[in-house]
């Protein structure tokens, strides 16, 4: 047993891999912060201007503001401002989940069928690609119209939005991680006498899971995008989208709000990407060893 522990050190130490990756992390976030400083400070020491643009507190407030900002009343006699922005991520977040949901798995299910007919990717899959080139805020007002009054919340117009820029990464990654399976083991399985499901869950599905979590992590971020951008026309208030535009108009007199709901923004696509990060630990752990 010494001998193991000896040959292998970190075998006995499973969190020292963790610990190194959260050192990483603490140490480029006090590098991007001291960046931001050091070009302010820089920037009003010699008047750099950039154009039209200027650095000044209004334009590039210091960061310890935009922090403490958070822990102000977001108006007068009113609750904490990180308890207003703590509210509408959680709106924010219910409506990125369920696009993230339903954009998963319509770009898988896509991605299944495309990956069994050559036909199905040839009449489809050009689409599937210029749906993306159609700008997202072309494509909301139309969502809101649709889905607005037919029994469905308010909040769900917003979720199809999000499902919209979820579905293509997760269509295109199933659909390469399906096809890109061994073909001496696919001719295995077919000379086994197995049926296209038994290939496709025993076979083609372990061999897509990097293919899929890489997508689910792109996915994840893009849906609470989505869902902020979705707030704006249907004029829904209670999320992260409302307080951006809200903020948005008091930031000649109030910068540091503005700043301060974008880093909660910042951080909610990050837990979305972080739960990924999470689940696919879980589950490419428990995949075969060739795949994992």
């Known amino acids: 047993m010494a001998t193991v522990a000896a040959e292998h050190p970190g075998r006995g130490i499973p969190w020292r891999p963790a610990l190194t990756r959260l050192g990483m992390m603490a140490i480029v976030l006090v590098a991007l912060c001291s960046l931001w400083e050091a070009f302010k400070w820089v920037g009003e020491t010699t008047g750099l201007r950039l154009g039209s643009f200027e650095v000044n507190d209004k334009t590039f407030p210091h960061l310890y503001d935009i922090v403490g900002q958070l822990f102000e009343p977001s108006r007068r006699n009113g609750p904490l401002l990180i308890e207003v922005l703590w509210d509408a991520a959680l709106f924010t977040a219910k409506e990125a989940a369920v696009g993230f949901a339903l954009g998963a798995s319509v770009g898988f299910l896509l991605g299944v069928l495309l990956a069994h007919s050559r036909l199905l990717q040839r009449g489809f899959l050009p689409y599937i690609v210029a749906s993306q080139t159609i700008p997202i805020l072309a494509v909301a007002p139309m969502v809101v119209v649709w889905f607005g009054g037919r029994g469905f919340p308010d909040w769900f117009s917003v979720s ?133």
Request: hydrophobic share 50%; proline share 6%; glycine share 6%.
């Open 160 to 292: 199809i939005i999000s499902a919209y820029l979820t579905f293509f990464p997760v269509t295109i990654n199933t659909l390469r991680g399906l096809t890109s399976v061994d073909p001496r083991a696919l001719e295995l399985m077919r000379s086994s006498a197995a049926n296209p499901l038994q290939i496709l869950w025993k076979l083609r599905m372990p061999t897509s899971l990097p293919y899929l979590f890489a997508a689910f992590k792109i996915s994840a971020t893009a849906s609470v995008v989505g869902a902020i951008i979705g707030e704006l026309p249907a004029s829904i208030q209670d999320g992260l989208g409302g307080a951006i535009l809200n903020f948005n108009q008091y930031y000649s007199s109030r910068p540091e709000s503005l700043w301060a709901t974008n880093l909660i923004a910042a951080a909610l696509g990050i837990t979305f990407f972080l739960v990924v990060v999470v689940a696919e630990r879980l589950v490419v752990r428990r995949a075969p060893e060739n795949v994992a």
